[in-house]
């Protein structure tokens, strides 16, 4: 590999655009617990960005900040903090009306839009997301907390009724859970924490949240929005190695919402950490090993279009990427010259570039893992078949198409995430299916073909083994108010904007028997408007 490829791919920092440049390291310093933006000076986690900087001939990762590496003692105080705001449900934030919990997270998104372009600079920085990409992970986050605000508000008015039931008054509605513990994944550092986080506040949880390894900086503009839009203690952070901060969190017992997107491995760990799992409600995101099934009647262009979407998008790195292709021997060879083609065409570069699509990886030796892969599946028959495919300079690897791939290979089961497509050709439909129903994973399938009658006898087994069926389509998780969940070790819980409201709550009634006076103590509190738990209000 020649150094022109270095250059060609990683910029000297004049090349950079201005207006995405890092003057000078971030020193992220600070963490909010209680209210305040606390200071911290004890050591601190270099971040490293995924791309690559030639210092006198040295190619190194450029060093763009640090964060804190806090201790058990500082995650134990957010812990009292949280529980403090919460106090067993008696809080001022668990107690206060819809409509105010409501005004609080309005305040927070208007004052969060003002840090856009520098949470967007830092999601380039920092994980190698695309300019577009970044700009709508913020867009769909902050699209995402106003359809929470609709959702509740729809929900509210739902639950602002008596059911009259075999003489007995009831009102029903939702309540919050206690102190939830959120933590994102590092491809979609912000939005996905804060599909959790969101919910969980809107609803009356007081929160810890803990950022990703990766995509831990752009978190830093929105503390002071956290600090200013809540009451003290209802949003507090930790940062740090996760057995030292989350550990002691989970052990404490005093968790009582763990969502997590990640992998099952930790899931695992953190769930066996709380001394009474019982009283633990876990929403988890987890891994996925997606697979395209593409009968010999597809359109092949579009399929190939979807599929070089679905298994490439940031390079790979989506829990819902198309993760293996199942592609009908009749029609293989055509789709893989026309998705070599397709993928050849996917420029590559630095995530600001006009019309980048592939962009160096931030996970450490992430190139390393990537290429044991292809070699575990080249000493077992199969090939790179497209030009340059899996040529890797430091964080960066061209997309690799393997061909042909079976059991036994490492490509065929475990979940890449990564630029790596690995291709089956199959000619007994059974066998796509068998891999599906075989698999550890349960999350989303992709089914292209043109015979309606083929593609429903797939449907119904389909939907038993996944939890959604994506026709001539790639796999995705928007519009985010459809379900996106998964089996087997895909998922626990379900998430949607209206969905995360009841994940972070449990339905909890009032009722009484049907008295004369029964009726007039209840018509009291609700026309005196003491209570605002049992009250019939209605929000416009
Ligand atoms: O990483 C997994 C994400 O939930 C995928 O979401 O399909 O919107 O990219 P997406």
Redesign the pocket.
Known sequence: MTDEFFASIFPNDHMVPEKHRIASPIEQRQYLCDGAIKEWTGPQQDVLSPICEAIDGIVRQKLIGSYPLLTEEQALETLDAACRAYDHGRGPWPTMSVEGRIRHVEAFAYRMQEQREEVVKLLMWEIGKTLPDAEKEFD?TVDYIRDTIDALKDLDRLSSRFVIEQGVIGQIRRAPLGVALCMG?F??PL??TFATLIPALIMGNTVIFKPPKLGVLLHQPLLGAFRDSFPRGVVNTVYGEGHKVVGPLMKSGRIDVLAF?GSSRVADVLKHQHPKPHRLRCIL?LE?KNAAIVLKDADIDNAVQECALGAL??NG?????LKILFIHKDIVDEFITKFSDAVGKLKEGMPWDTGVRITPLPEPDKTKYLTELIDDARTKGAHVVNENGGTVKHTFMSPAIVYPVGPGMRLYSEEQFGPVVPIAAFTDIEEPMDYVTQSDYGQQVSLFGSNAELIADLIDPMVNQVCRVNINSQ????PDIFP?TGRKDSAEGTLSVSDALRVFTIRTLVAAKATDANRRIIKSIITERRSRFLSTDFIL
């Not at 796999?475 to 928007?478: E, I, S, V």
Request: hydrophobic fraction near 25%.
């Open positions: 769909r994944p491809n979609y939005n996905e997107i995101g996925a998008s940031f790195q989506r829990c819902t990427a796999c995705q998780r928007g996106f």
